[in-house]
């Protein structure tokens, strides 16, 4: 579908085509191809590191299997080595002069073991198969389980470094080719294997044929291996695109946001947005095939020749008596069977090359994740917090000219009701994210109680957290799940119970089909749905079900109805006493419950004090609730 500039006028004019995607570019350490200016030698250098690291991931997943594996390719290449050198065996009692059923008789010993090594081959390579479907389901669940791990652990300020989401995009196409690595592994050391124990019997034969089919099948080699950078080169210049793809994809299938997308009209334009981006991902694709072309066909050309070479060097031996008819039928079975094990070598290799590329942007990404995560201190947090002080905070985001909080102090004390508000921008939420240790000052300090954040063991300090936060999650899980968020504090619900009295749920909870066993995906067979509101009263009570000393409500009541945000504060006001409360609102009315307010512009506090003296005064919540009323 073709969208253009349409012929319906508006005020005389014709309306505009829809603007195409955006490029997806970015400047960092991250943003360049690191392997833009490697060398073929320092990509096949690779090779023997893919080897280790699949040895090391396996041997981590089922020590047994591994040792299988390898033993059965031994057995295989053993097997071959054994086949090729009985059947030269075999060759001389068959060209002989003697009569058929002598030779015959003469060669059955050898018969019988090429029989014997074949079936002990043919075992040996089922027995690998079986090894390698041990290994690979727990390879890709380590690998996989690995990134999601390290994704969470990572300090939230790392989502805004440079080049994050397209390392992480890199990361999960790493964890999809894992399952191909132990077969790639598995395949090149097979074909290694039986290439050794044929070419050693072909130099047994004669010394001369093993260089000439090396020679042979080296061109195919480097041909796939640079092959597989032009087929890397590309991915990784689509990396962006197919990012920003994917997250469209699910915005624009998933059933949340359905009404929107029929509603506004955006069904065309998306399809074509869609559209547009796939075609410039595969315009890419297009791009590099060329480049590819020609390296089969010059690498194809010049292999063909050293195969010719090959053959004629053989027929020379042989019509010049070199080479005896025995042994010369003998070398025609092993440099078939050699060159057999050079191109499954060579194909192998290219994959394993191939696979690594992106296994090394996984481990790159890990290693990434591992120096971001937490490592903040052993300092613990006291199960009754009674204070928390704030003082000359300083945070930036990366990339913003100015910071989000500038040089802000404020105290919090355990039985207050705190309200901050403020215009959009002002660094409402980005406070509450430093008062919470999610993320770290860049200068100044945040205390709990005297201990400084910076040093205080993260899990303590957020399990000493209840957070409502202003995107909160819809979690795919039982209602039960979704408020204890799988941390139940009792082995019945009565406290569950509790917290979703305390935000007038029951009702609701009661009548889903399974009640609290219910889960709470319609997407899902035997999934229910709540309204807007409902998640935000569900959301709302698993903070109050962490009976923590630190509460932060931020915009908590923005999608309820005016009994759903009654009920909630409420429930704040009665429970204020045993800890501190932080409410984060826009609603300026809901701020009468609070002791405090402060008022928040570009990441400063500018007004602070009680609803009546901040509404009667000359400043900005005065203006901002003037505004409110005049509707």
Known sequence: MQLTATDTPIEGRKTPPPPPPATITFESNYSKNPLGEATFAAMCARLPSALWQTARMAWAIDRLAVVLLVTCQVLTGVAAAVVLAFTAKAMRHFVGNAPVPERLHAALPALVIIATAAAVGRISSA????????????????????LVEATCRVEASAYSDPGFANRQEAAEVGVTRTTMLINDAQRFMSALIRMVAAGGVLTALHPLMLPLLLLAVVPAGAGAVLSARVDYETHYLNLGDRNVRGMMRWWATTSRYGDEVRANSMTNYIIYWYRTLSQRIDQRTLDAAPRTLRIVMATSALGGIFLLGTWATLAWLAATGRLELAVAATVVVAVQASLGALSQLVINGAALFHTSLYLADMRAFLDFAAERASRRGEVSIPRRVDEIRLEEVVYQYPG????????????????????????????????????????????????????????????????????????????????????????????????????????????????????????????????????????????CSRALYRRSPLLILDEPTSQMDPRGEHDIFAEIKSIAADRITIVVTHQLENTKIADRIIVMQNGRITEQGHYEELSNGDGLFAELLALAKDR
């Open 127 to 146: 027995l690998s198969s079986y090894a390698n479907d041990r290994i690979s389901p727990g390879l890709i669940t380590a690998a996989d389980t690995a």
């Open 400 to 539: 913003k000219d100015r910071p989000a909080v500038d040089h802000l102090s404020l105290t919090l004390r355990r039985g207050e009701i705190l309200a901050i508000v403020g215009e959009n921008g002002s660094g409402k939420s980005t406070l509450t994210r430093l008062i919470t240790g999610i993320l770290l000052a860049d200068k100044g300090s945040v205390t709990w109680d005297g201990a400084d954040l910076a040093s205080a063991d993260p899990s303590g300090v957020w399990a000493a957290c209840g957070l409502v936060p202003q995107i909160f999650a819809q979690w795919p899980l039982r209602a039960r799940e979704n408020v204890t968020l799988g941390q139940p504090r009792t082995f019945n619900d009565d406290p569950v119970w509790e917290a979703v009295d305390a935000v007038g749920m029951r009702d609701a909870i009661e009548e889903l089909p399974k009640q609290l066993d219910t889960l709470l995906a319609r997407e899902f067979f035997g999934g229910a749905e709540l309204s807007g509101g409902q998640w935000q009263r569900l959301a």
